[in-house]
């Protein structure tokens, strides 16, 4: 997918929402759900109407067309978005975990996962879609990133 192609109504999108959006706010619609693997799948209308407009969008490229996404930053989660979908979600937190946890408490909460160079992957069984759970580890063994994604892809 060309970037450029979807970044004109992207920006249309947002410059509406901005200029449509309810300035009494409250903390309810910004805070994300205990499970946030539903998120994967929300259109962009959706998601602009559920979290407003967000603090930047940048876009990220791929390999290969395909894999280009936009990427939505709000203050809590980075929203992916391919088309007109958000497929994955890079969280500062989810199911127990924290940027910054070390490994070993990783696995107290979560168990084993498949383990990788790098990071580790864990299943998100019984969603919609087939989901992971993807942890990426710095130099000490901690979380420095956690991203919630489509498997499917």
């Known amino acids: 997918m060309n970037v450029?192609?979807?970044c004109a109504p992207l920006l249309f999108l947002l410059c509406a929402s901005v200029f449509g959006q309810n300035p009494r706010e409250t903390p309810e619609q910004t805070a994300l759900p205990a499970d946030p693997s539903v998120l994967v799948g929300m259109t962009l209308p959706n998601l602009i109407e559920s979290y407003g407009a967000p603090n930047a969008v940048y876009p990220v490229r791929g390999l290969s067309s395909w894999q280009d996404d936009v990427v939505f930053v709000y203050d809590h989660a980075e929203f992916f978005v391919y088309g007109n979908r958000v497929w994955q979600l890079k969280l500062v937190s989810a199911y127990g975990v924290s940027e910054g946890d070390p490994k070993a408490q990783v696995s107290l909460v979560l168990g084993e996962g498949?383990?990788?160079?790098?990071?580790s992957v864990f299943s998100l069984p019984n969603?919609?879609?087939?989901?992971?759970?993807?942890?990426?580890?710095?130099s000490s063994?901690?979380?420095?990133?956690?991203?919630v994604y489509r498997s499917d892809f």
Not at 141 to 147: G, K, M, P, S
């Open 4 to 6: 450029k192609k979807i």
């Open 114 to 119: 498949q383990n990788f160079d790098g990071y």
């Open 127 to 138: 969603r919609v879609w087939p989901l992971s759970l993807r942890i990426n580890w710095d």
């Open 141 to 147: 063994d901690r979380v420095a990133a956690l991203y």
